[in-house]
């Protein structure tokens, strides 16, 4: 049974926890939109997988690729809203929802707007749900599996 100390620094840690979780996700929405490929990879962990519709990516190759579509764009920006987070001891799960908001050079091409909801956790369950699981290795929070676009888009809209 936990006493009083041992309950109050364990409500500390989950606080500390879920901090860090949330300074993890605002890193991957700002890394983005800066395209700050430092920033972006210091998310993840090394093995993880970035899955974006029906491409599964390695850390490194999703960067390229996220940066190459964003290239063409005159500005994007990653709106992170509500956040729940569970902890599980060292493993978390959580469900983000995001907003995203593109706009390209030539005014023709409507603007872009979607928003999506992450399901995130660290057991890969291979029914199409976004898994992302935030795990903590040596004190600090890092994605094992990241597939925002394969959560499905809650709604989707280009317009001029």
């Not at 983005?32 to 974006?52: G, L, N, P, T």
């Not at 390209?104 to 660290?122: C, K, N």
């Amino acid at each position: 049974m936990l006493n009083e100390s041992d309950s109050i620094s364990a409500d500390v840690q989950a606080l500390v926890d879920r901090s860090a979780i949330t300074d993890c996700l605002h890193r991957y929405a700002r890394g983005m939109d800066r395209h700050d490929r430092e920033m972006v990879r210091s998310v993840y962990h090394d093995d993880a997988i970035d899955v974006h519709g029906s491409q599964a990516f390695g850390v490194e190759n999703f960067i390229d690729w996220a940066f190459a579509y964003h290239a063409e764009q005159l500005h994007h920006q990653h709106y992170l809203t509500n956040i729940t987070i569970e902890l599980d001891g060292d493993t978390a799960h959580s469900e983000t929802y995001y907003l995203f908001v593109g706009r390209y050079p030539d005014r023709e091409t409507p603007l872009t707007l979607a928003g999506v909801m992450w399901i995130d956790s660290s057991a890969g369950h291979g029914n199409g749900q976004s898994r992302k699981g935030c795990a903590r290795p040596n004190g600090g929070r890092r994605l094992r599996r990241s597939s925002p676009t394969a959560a499905r888009p809650r709604w989707y809209r280009r317009s001029s």
